[in-house]
């Protein structure tokens, strides 16, 4: 079987399946099994593939038709200008994420020495590309899970900034008393009986801990905001990433732990996304 009959065979598979990428995830899936970039498949679809390559193409077409992420079947995700190692205990990356990456570059762009905390580090997607995009910014990260904290460090080794990063597995009502330059953080802030509605791929497969935001959605972020406000120095950023319907209760929340709201900047679906704010 060649690369061209393979890809089709696939892509009808996913196609069956309700997979609307069908065709990219079957390129880029017999990329991941045969080791070579997608441009090099598409100029050789003649090539014939060998049996044990074609076995692991199928099972990871099935995984794929029963909804597992294509970012976990491949182990790799790009957010910003960067690929970075995931697996099924870290969030997948989100294109809406790199709003905060470009508010703490517009914010910073004129200053050099910022140290700042990230709540929440999962895979370091965040944090490490504010380190690769500022060279003499520090950063402490933290996070519940152990397997987040150790793919970040594999992460962070990979793009060159794990001397600038600290890393604690903790959470942020534990964590010692310091003042940071600035605070992010993109915290679970599903509603719990909310969960059960999401996209499959989701629901069954991304870790739990990083999506459920207890039953309002805001139990986390309450507990960030309280926290970083202690945390923060006066006239530092503390900015979050939120649900498109919690605008109103976080920016109240913000206030009564004196922070001032700068502004609240919508994703790519124009719906609100993250919040800057400045502790007064």
């Known amino acids: 079987m060649n690369f061209e009959i393979a ?33 090099f498949i598409l100029l050789n679809l003649d090539k014939e593939i060998d049996q044990i390559d074609q076995n692991s193409f199928k099972e990871l077409i099935i995984k794929r038709s029963q909804g597992k992420p294509l970012a976990y079947l491949t182990g790799i995700k790009s957010f910003w200008n ?28 004129n200053k050099n020495n ?25 950063a402490t990260g933290i996070d519940l899970s152990q397997d987040c904290i150790e793919i970040c460090r594999f992460n962070a080794n990979k793009l060159g900034v794990g001397d ?11 964590l010692i008393f310091r003042k940071y330059d600035l605070i992010i953080s993109n915290p679970p802030y599903i509603k719990k009986f909310d969960l059960r509605n999401l996209d499959k791929g989701i629901k069954n497969y991304e870790p739990k801990l990083a999506i459920d935001g207890g039953l309002e959605g805001l139990s986390v972020i309450r507990k960030v905001i309280k926290k970083t406000s202690e945390l923060v120095k006066t006239r530092g950023k503390l900015i979050l990433e939120i649900g498109y319907d919690q605008k109103e209760p976080v920016k109240k929340m913000l206030n009564e732990n004196n922070f001032y709201i700068n502004k609240i900047v919508k994703d790519l679906a124009k719906n609100d996304r993250c919040i800057v704010s400045t502790k007064n």
């Open 164 to 174: 600038r990063l600290k890393l604690l597995k903790s959470d942020v009502d534990n």
């Open 114 to 138: 910022v140290n700042f905390l990230e709540v929440g580090i999962g895979s370091g997607c965040m944090g490490l590309t504010i380190l690769k995009e500022k060279k003499f910014f520090k």
């Open 7 to 39: 890809i089709k065979n696939a892509c009808k598979e996913l196609k069956k399946n309700k997979i609307t990428s069908a065709l990219l995830d079957s390129e880029l899936l017999l990329s991941k099994v045969i080791k070579k970039d997608r441009k």
């Open 82 to 109: 960067y690929d970075f190692k995931i697996n099924e205990k870290v969030l997948i990356p989100r294109p809406d994420t790199e709003i905060i990456i470009e508010q703490v570059l517009d914010i910073y762009k």
